[in-house]
């Protein structure tokens, strides 16, 4: 249930707050005053379409709030704690639009997406905008209505002819790629060969690029290895007439132990001195048996350049690295099965076709049974239902036709919703022979009968009165009476027969304040709805005045 509407900066309102209660609430005022913008502004709390337009002139942004009631609702719930929103029993939905596009929507706070307010939306409120009735003349609108009515058994059917359409197509891409010219296929053959052999021919292995870069680096550098080798061997030597480090170390060493003796503190000096010499040892040893074994070959170093160069050759050709141009070659071969076997893949995606054409067929048959039985159902509720909105006689039947050849995610069915509004007339196609007011009758009755599918508990009647007066407005009342004693309804009407069976009634108007007009709304009750009652009939005498009461009073 809908129990706020808070707005700031919409439209032509500054500041407006509004309490709304269970059961019949309606809207009323002057053409203009700004009923709509607060259905707008509801629109918009369940995901409608946000724009700078709404924003009132002068500010940069604008809010608006929706609370709703939700303690019974259990589907609400389950998708607040599957997107992980926090909830109690008042569920409050904000959207805030600024002329910078920055936009934010939240939900009891937390930031969501319109997505989420659409789900939520569907669970939360119904809304019949003005203009909605108008849609019932859309064939593929009366097919979707039929596809709505009967979602239990046409959806799954409508999900598996979705997967069976998109396999008809990928088999007609892979039947046109075999189509190809023959000349062209022939092209793409040599050149996926020379491809093939180009890779093959390279005997390519995983690791091999870093191995060879590295082996590069050192034949690169093996002159400068091998000097820098021979200056440290040299160190060792004796090769100047001079002692050597090795043996002044060795030297060092045994003056300090003849010198121990009259200094205990110079032990760890001589001990180290030692460790010293023994490691020079170990590093002399090491380095002469790296200088035996060091074997530096130029041929080599042309050997690696060439396969380098060759590797690069192909990673420009084929991929950033070894591993991806092996994919390519396991591609290019895929291909080359195909091309070469074109004929029997053709044989064989031809008969895959068919059959795929064979099983839509018979889904698109099921569909069809499935929108008959559906079709029966609902015209035969919906023609009981008008009956009681002043249109008694009136007969509504689906005419639908098959066509084998169409092909289409809505199955091979064109539907035709035949309507005739007087006894004995015969039925013809409703588009052509519905009047206005016939029109709102109906859609008000299939969106009274879709809110009790749904299961919302809250319905928006956005002015459903066009073209209606007299004896059909009562019905009309009465059926919006009998609906809000299941579900709360809001409603906006220029009839005075509605608005005076609403428990709730609001009165939209204009005003100017500080040079600038503002919309406001006011609950009237007592005096102040009689009045308003009396404006919408059109006259301010006593007659008119006892008019309005016997209304209100239900007489």
Same mark, same amino acid.
């Given at each position: 249930?809908?129990?706020?509407?808070?707005?700031?900066?919409?439209?032509?309102?500054?500041?407006?707050?509004?309490?709304?209660?269970?059961?019949?609430?309606?809207?009323?005022?002057?053409?203009?005053?700004?009923?709509?913008?607060?259905?707008?502004?509801?629109?918009?709390?369940?995901?409608?379409?946000?724009?700078?337009?709404?924003?009132?002139?002068?500010? /940069?942004?604008?809010?608006?709030?929706?609370?709703?009631?939700?303690?019974?609702?259990?589907?609400?719930?389950?998708?607040?704690?599957?997107?992980?929103?926090?909830?109690?029993?008042?569920?409050?939905?904000?959207?805030?639009?600024?002329?910078? !596009?920055?936009?934010?929507?939240?939900?009891?706070?937390?930031?969501?997406?319109?997505? @989420?307010?659409?789900?939520?939306?569907?669970?939360?409120?119904?809304?019949?905008?003005?203009? /909605?009735?108008?849609?019932?003349?859309?064939?593929?609108?009366?097919?979707?209505?039929?596809?709505?009515?009967?979602?239990?058994?046409?959806?799954?059917?409508?999900?598996?002819?979705?997967?069976?359409?998109?396999?008809?197509?990928?088999?007609?891409?892979?039947?046109?790629?075999?189509?190809?010219?023959?000349?062209?296929?022939?092209?793409?053959?040599?050149?996926?060969?020379?491809?093939?052999?180009?890779?093959?021919?390279? &005997?390519?292995?995983?690791?091999?690029?870093?191995?060879?870069?590295?082996?590069?680096?050192?034949?690169?550098?093996?002159?400068?290895?091998?000097?820098?080798? &021979?200056?440290?061997?040299?160190?060792?030597?004796?090769?100047?007439?001079?002692?050597?480090?090795?043996?002044?170390? !060795?030297?060092?060493?045994?003056?300090?132990?003849?010198?121990?003796?009259?200094?205990?503190?110079?032990?760890?000096?001589?001990?180290?001195?030692?460790?010293?010499?023994?490691?020079?040892?170990?590093?002399?040893?090491?380095? /002469?048996?790296?200088?035996?074994?060091?074997?530096?070959?130029?041929?080599?170093?042309?050997? @690696?350049?060439?396969?380098?160069?060759?590797?690069?050759?192909?990673?420009?050709?084929?991929?950033?690295?070894?591993?991806?141009?092996?994919?390519?070659?396991?591609?290019?071969?895929?291909?080359?099965?195909?091309?070469?076997?074109?004929? /029997?893949?053709?044989? *064989?995606?031809?008969?895959?076709?068919?059959?795929?054409?064979?099983?839509?067929?018979?889904?698109?048959?099921?569909?069809?049974? %499935?929108?008959?039985? %559906?079709?029966?159902?609902?015209?035969?509720?919906?023609?009981?239902?008008?009956?009681?909105?002043?249109?008694?006689?009136?007969?509504?039947?689906?005419?639908?036709?098959?066509?084998?050849?169409?092909?289409?995610?809505?199955?091979?069915?064109?539907?035709?919703?035949?309507?005739?509004?007087?006894?004995?007339?015969?039925?013809?196609?409703?588009?052509?022979?519905?009047?206005? !007011?016939?029109?709102?009758?109906?859609?008000?009755?299939?969106?009274?009968?879709?809110?009790?599918?749904?299961?919302?508990?809250?319905?928006?009647?956005?002015?459903?009165?066009?073209?209606?007066?007299?004896?059909?407005?009562?019905?009309?009342?009465?059926?919006?009476?009998?609906?809000?004693?299941?579900?709360?309804?809001?409603?906006?009407?220029?009839?005075?027969?509605?608005?005076?069976?609403?428990?709730?009634?609001?009165?939209?108007? *204009?005003?100017?304040?500080?040079?600038?007009? @503002?919309?406001?709304?006011? *609950?009237?009750?007592?005096?102040?709805?009689?009045?308003?009652?009396?404006?919408?009939?059109?006259?301010?005498?006593?007659?008119?005045?006892?008019?309005?009461?016997?209304?209100?009073?239900?007489?």
């Amino acid at each position: 249930m809908l129990v706020n509407i808070s707005l700031k900066n919409f439209a032509l309102i500054d500041q407006l707050e509004i309490e709304l209660f269970n059961g019949f609430n309606t809207l009323t005022g002057e053409t203009g005053a700004g009923k709509s913008i607060l259905i707008d502004a509801v629109g918009l709390c369940i995901g409608g379409r946000a724009s700078s337009t709404y924003i009132r002139s002068g500010a /940069e942004k604008c809010h608006v709030a929706a609370t709703f009631y939700v303690k019974d609702n259990d589907e609400v719930k389950d998708i607040l704690n599957e997107f992980g929103i926090d909830y109690e029993d008042n569920l409050i939905i904000e959207r805030e639009i600024s002329r910078n !596009g920055r936009n934010l929507n939240r939900v009891n706070g937390s930031m969501t997406t319109l997505k @989420v307010l659409n789900i939520l939306g569907e669970h939360l409120i119904s809304i019949y905008g003005q203009h /909605e009735h108008t849609l019932l003349l859309n064939e593929n609108y009366q097919l979707d209505l039929i596809d709505s009515w009967g979602k239990d058994k046409v959806q799954p059917l409508k999900t598996h002819i979705k997967q069976i359409i998109a396999n008809i197509r990928s088999t007609e891409r892979s039947l046109e790629e075999i189509g190809i010219d023959k000349s062209l296929l022939a092209r793409e053959l040599d050149i996926l060969k020379f491809q093939i052999d180009e890779i093959e021919s390279a &005997n390519l292995y995983e690791g091999e690029l870093e191995e060879l870069e590295n082996e590069s680096n050192f034949l690169r550098n093996s002159e400068r290895i091998f000097s820098v080798l &021979n200056e440290v061997g040299r160190l060792f030597s004796d090769e100047f007439g001079t002692l050597s480090p090795y043996e002044r170390i !060795g030297d060092c060493s045994k003056q300090l132990e003849n010198i121990i003796r009259f200094d205990d503190e110079i032990e760890p000096l001589a001990k180290m001195a030692n460790s010293v010499f023994y490691d020079l040892e170990e590093l002399e040893n090491l380095v /002469e048996e790296y200088k035996m074994k060091f074997d530096f070959d130029p041929n080599r170093l042309i050997q @690696v350049d060439e396969r380098l160069n060759k590797i690069h050759t192909l990673r420009k050709k084929y991929g950033n690295n070894i591993e991806e141009i092996m994919t390519f070659l396991e591609n290019a071969k895929t291909r080359v099965d195909l091309l070469e076997n074109s004929e /029997e893949r053709r044989q *064989k995606l031809q008969k895959l076709l068919a059959d795929y054409k064979l099983q839509y067929l018979d889904k698109a048959r099921e569909l069809s049974e %499935a929108r008959y039985f %559906a079709g029966e159902k609902f015209t035969n509720l919906i023609e009981a239902g008008i009956s009681d909105l002043g249109m008694e006689h009136a007969r509504l039947k689906c005419s639908f036709s098959f066509d084998e050849s169409k092909i289409s995610l809505n199955g091979s069915d064109t539907l035709e919703l035949l309507f005739s509004a007087n006894k004995g007339e015969p039925l013809a196609n409703l588009a052509e022979v519905i009047s206005g !007011g016939e029109l709102s009758r109906m859609m008000l009755e299939i969106k009274t009968r879709f809110t009790t599918l749904k299961d919302t508990n809250a319905i928006i009647f956005d002015e459903i009165d066009v073209g209606i007066g007299g004896k059909v407005a009562s019905a009309v009342a009465k059926k919006i009476e009998s609906l809000s004693m299941e579900r709360q309804v809001l409603c906006v009407t220029h009839l005075p027969i509605i608005a005076s069976k609403a428990k709730h009634h609001y009165v939209v108007g *204009k005003k100017i304040l500080d040079n600038r007009t @503002v919309t406001e709304v006011l *609950k009237v009750e007592n005096e102040a709805r009689i009045d308003e009652i009396m404006r919408m009939i059109g006259s301010e005498d006593e007659v008119t005045r006892n008019h309005a009461i016997n209304l209100l009073e239900g007489h």
